[in-house]
C-alpha cells in the first residue's frame, strides 16, 4: 500500500492480512483510560444513529481485547486465527509518517473507518459481506459489551529510508455477544433484518 510521506494511512480490516509491523507496547495507563472512553463514545454515537441500546465497557472483554491486540500486532499476526467464540471483533491498522516521539492513532480514526462499510449495506438484502462486517458489529442490536485495546509502536523508514519514522497503531474492538451471526438456521437473513436496523433519516 503506499502512502504519503506526511499523513495517515487507516485500515479497517475483517480478514486482512498486513504484511509487516513492529509492535512497541500498550501506551500509558491514563492515556489508555482516556482511549477506552473514546471507543465506547464513538461506538455508541454510532449505535444511537441507528437506534439501538448504547454498549457498556466490560472489563473482561477489555483484558481479552488486551490480548488480541498483541497478537494480531505481531508481524504474521493476521495469520492467526480469528477471536475466541462468544467475541464479535473489529481490527484497524493505521501509520502515520513523522518524526519525533510516537503517536498514537485514535480510536474514532478506526470506528470511523469501520462505520464506512455502512454506504455499501443493503438493507434490503440484509447479509454479511467482508465491505461490511464491521459496520454490522458496531451496529449490531443484540450486543452489550465491548473492550477495546491499542498497540503500537515506532518503525524506521519509509519512502526513501531517510528522515523519518512510521507510527504504527494496532486497535481492536471485541463484541458481547457477538454480531454477524445467523438467528435462523432456515433464514439466514432473519439476524440481520432484526439487528441491523436504517438509521435514523436525517
Known amino acids: ?15 486482512v492480512v498486513v504484511g509487516t509491523g513492529a509492535v512497541g ?4 495507563e491514563r492515556a489508555e483510560g ?3 472512553s473514546e471507543c465506547l463514545g464513538a461506538i455508541n454515537a454510532d449505535r444511537v444513529r ?13 483484558e481479552y481485547a488486551e490480548s488480541r491486540a498483541e497478537q494480531v ?3 504474521g499476526g493476521f495469520h492467526q486465527d ?3 467464540r462468544g467475541y464479535g471483533e473489529t481490527l484497524s491498522w493505521s501509520s502515520t509518517a513523522g518524526e519525533g516521539a510516537y503517536r498514537p492513532g485514535s480510536c474514532r480514526d478506526a470506528v470511523e473507518a469501520w462505520y464506512e462499510g455502512s454506504v455499501r449495506y443493503d438493507y434490503a438484502k440484509p447479509g454479511f459481506s467482508p465491505e461490511t462486517g464491521n459496520f454490522t458489529q458496531l451496529v449490531w442490536k443484540a450486543t452489550t459489551k465491548v473492550g477495546c485495546a491499542r498497540v503500537g509502536g515506532v518503525r524506521d523508514g519509509g519512502p526513501g529510508g531517510e528522515g523519518f519514522s512510521w507510527f504504527d497503531t494496532f486497535v481492536v474492538c471485541e463484541f458481547a455477544p457477538p454480531g454477524n ?5 432456515q433464514d439466514p437473513a432473519k439476524g440481520y433484518r432484526e439487528n441491523v436496523l ?4 436525517g
Not at 441507528?50 to 477489555?62: F, I, K, Q, W
Not at 451471526?181 to 438456521?185: C, I, R, S, W
Request: aromatic share 2%; net charge neutral.
Open 34 to 36: 482516556e482511549f477506552q
Open 181 to 185: 451471526v445467523g438467528t435462523d438456521p
Open 198 to 201: 436504517p438509521p435514523v433519516a
Open 25 to 28: 507496547a500498550p501506551v500509558g
Open 73 to 75: 500486532s505481531r508481524p
Open 50 to 62: 441507528h437506534r439501538v441500546a448504547p454498549l457498556t465497557v466490560d472489563p473482561a472483554v477489555v
Open 1 to 15: 500500500m503506499g502512502a504519503e510521506r506526511v499523513g495517515r494511512v487507516v485500515v479497517a480490516l475483517v480478514a
Open 82 to 84: 480469528g477471536p475466541a
